[in-house]
């Protein structure tokens, strides 16, 4: 069971819910990992909780209009870059 005091994860994304210009809601990752459109802000914030772990802390309602992206490439993590530069090694030794 998570402690309400307990900080977001270092595994947590941070979510960016508003409006695309068409007036439905959008909840977009901010490096684009996940995504979607939504009629209400309540199934754009249940699915954004879903996504990032349950940390409500790391997601941000905008008044700005926001579009979702689905063809923007996703940033890779500093845990992936590592994870892929240490099996380099150990594949070459």
């Known amino acids: 069971m998570k402690k309400l005091d307990e900080p ?3 595994n ?3 979510v960016i819910i508003g409006r695309n210009s068409q007036g439905d809601w959008v909840a977009q990752e901010q ?3 996940f995504g979607g459109l939504f ?3 309540a199934q754009a ?3 954004a909780l879903f996504e990032n772990g349950d940390h409500p802390a790391t997601i941000v309602l905008t008044s ?3 579009e979702l992206d689905m063809h923007r ?3 890779p993590s500093p845990l992936t870059v590592e994870a892929d530069e ?3 090694q150990t594949r070459a030794a």
């Open 64 to 66: 700005n209009i926001v």
């Open 12 to 14: 947590a994304h941070l």
């Open 73 to 75: 490439k996703a940033q």
């Open 39 to 41: 009629v209400n802000r």
């Open 8 to 10: 977001p994860s270092c």
């Open 86 to 88: 240490s099996s380099r």
């Open 45 to 47: 914030m249940k699915y």
């Open 31 to 33: 490096n684009g990992l």
